[in-house]
T-cell receptor, first 109, second 120 residues
């Protein structure tokens, strides 16, 4: 079966750095996405990785290792507004998105 | 650009009644729209894919007679939850894409703000 695993919840301090991990087992791979979702709102696109390595975009970076079925989202200089759920999703061999359950990130002052 | 709206943003209905949720692409033509359901602390679950002018394709386990989807134009898709029950209470999210190529779908999905349905 297809599976996306990410921690349920993480807590970090304002101004700090946090890494949210995602491991996946899917039938085929056509890219991995990270989305941010605030409570009661729809997901918003953060990043897309299809090749191994690190993609940096401002305070957010995303890393992919296809051989390990592993990705992480790195958030730097955390702000209170970064409190949200972060969803990992993989595009499988049929280009269908398989979603993880999301990691709820709590930022403390 | 690429804005998707949903209406209503939240709705409370009585068990046994039907509820219609609208999904509109405001500044682009959405060839394909997707309907998702999300229960608290769970992942997004794709319910169905709809293409303008044709019947929706439902995912396994989703009752097509209960969740009626109509994609009548390139800017509007509707989801009607018929004979709603408390277990249908959930967060329903639509997304839209301009492409017909499945390779484009996952990269260019634009999400609506979601509709919170509560069935009492």
């Amino acid at each position: 079966g297809q599976n996306i695993d990410q921690p349920t919840e993480m807590t970090a301090t304002e101004g700090a750095i946090v890494q949210i991990n995602c491991t996946y087992q899917t039938s085929g791979f056509n890219g991995l996405f990270w989305y941010q979702q605030h409570a009661g709102e729809a997901p918003t696109f953060l990043s897309y990785n299809v090749l191994d390595g690190l993609e940096e975009k401002g305070r957010f970076s995303s890393f992919l290792s296809r051989s390990k079925g592993y990705s992480y989202l790195l958030l730097k200089e955390l702000q209170m507004k970064d409190s949200a759920s972060y969803l990992c999703a993989v595009s499988d061999s049929n280009y269908q998105l398989i979603w993880g359950a999301g990691t709820k990130l709590i930022i403390k002052p | 650009g690429a804005v998707v709206s949903q209406h209503p943003s939240w709705v409370i209905c009585k068990s046994g009644t039907s509820v219609k949720i609208e999904c509109r692409s405001l500044d682009f033509q959405a060839t394909t729209m997707f309907w998702y359901r999300q229960f608290p602390k769970q992942s997004l679950m794709l319910m169905a894919t709809s293409n303008e002018g044709s019947k929706a394709t439902y995912e396994q386990g989703v009752e097509k007679d209960k969740f009626l989807i109509n994609h009548a134009s390139l800017t509007l898709s509707t989801l009607t939850v018929t004979s709603a029950h408390p277990e249908d209470s959930s967060f329903y999210i639509c997304s839209a894409t301009t492409g017909t190529d499945r390779r484009v779908f996952s990269y260019e999905q634009y999400f609506g703000p979601g509709t919170r349905l509560t069935v009492t």
